[in-house]
């Protein structure tokens, strides 16, 4: 299975949304025609109406199934009301073939800081039960673990030990994620924890790319593709 991964795309009216390369990037993703796009939230940085329905005009050019997370700049300004409103649900899963996909809500309104709370792994182990004897691949928006150049280290979910805890325990196979608009790729106990880079936003110490996985019976690959010159880099 192909699946195309997007982060932070930050749509706004700000001067620091990089249309271009959003646009390249989607035409390079839909010529890829991937079975699914996850998307690990921060589409806007305000939370607010005009964001959210800009941010919408370059999902909906987005040919493939699309599954989107909120990140902590959407919840801005009452804005996982917008979500919900504009999106869908915030904690949802999906099974497609033999993967089963996990969406959740690690932000909090109006607040930077990443947090999932008992109620919401408490529901995650419990959709996790319906997941027996298949792959597993769970996505939220701020980070489980620390990821270098991402500054004064105040990203990480407050609960990431009780996160960390129903990963190992549920047998996840991949967590996707976003933020920092820094990408990284961490192993942990044959865990594979991937951050991928802004897709959208030039307030990023990196180019704007996406990333691209394969998941398949021979293991999981992940290529970086730079949205704008579509240069690819082996990541897995
Ligand atoms: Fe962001
Ligand atoms: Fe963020």
Redesign the pocket.
């Known amino acids: 299975m192909k699946i195309s991964h997007i982060s ?1 795309l930050h749509a706004s009216h700000n001067g620091m949304f990089n249309e271009s390369a959003v646009k390249n990037g989607i035409r390079m993703i839909n010529e890829e025609n991937p079975d699914l796009v996850i998307v690990t ?2 589409l806007t940085c305000w939370g607010i109406k005009d964001e959210y329905e800009y941010a919408l005009e370059f999902l909906e050019m987005i040919g493939p199934e699309k599954l989107i997370v909120p ?3 959407d919840e801005r300004t009452d804005g996982y009301h917008k979500f919900e409103r504009y999106i869908g649900k915030r904690y949802f899963t999906k099974r497609v073939d033999d993967i089963f996909f996990m969406g959740l809500d690690s ?1 909090d309104p109006d607040m ?1 800081t ?1 947090h999932m709370g008992r109620e919401a792994i408490e529901w995650a182990r419990n959709e996790m039960g319906k997941a027996k004897g298949m792959r597993k691949v769970v996505f939220f ?2 980070h489980l673990l620390p990821i270098p150049h991402t500054g004064r280290e105040r ?1 990480i979910l407050t609960d990431a030990p009780d996160v960390v805890e129903f990963i190992m325990d549920t047998g996840i196979d991949v967590v996707l994620g ?4 820094v990408p990284c790729l961490w192993n942990l106990n044959g865990v594979v924890i991937s951050h991928t880079a802004s897709f959208g936003s030039k307030r990023s110490p990196v180019e704007n790319s996406y990333n691209m996985m394969d998941i398949d019976e021979n293991g999981i690959r992940i290529e970086r593709v730079n949205s704008e010159t579509g240069k690819r880099e082996r990541l897995l």
């Open positions: 932070d939230g921060d990140g902590n700049h932000a930077d990443g928006h701020h990203n976003g933020h920092k608009h």
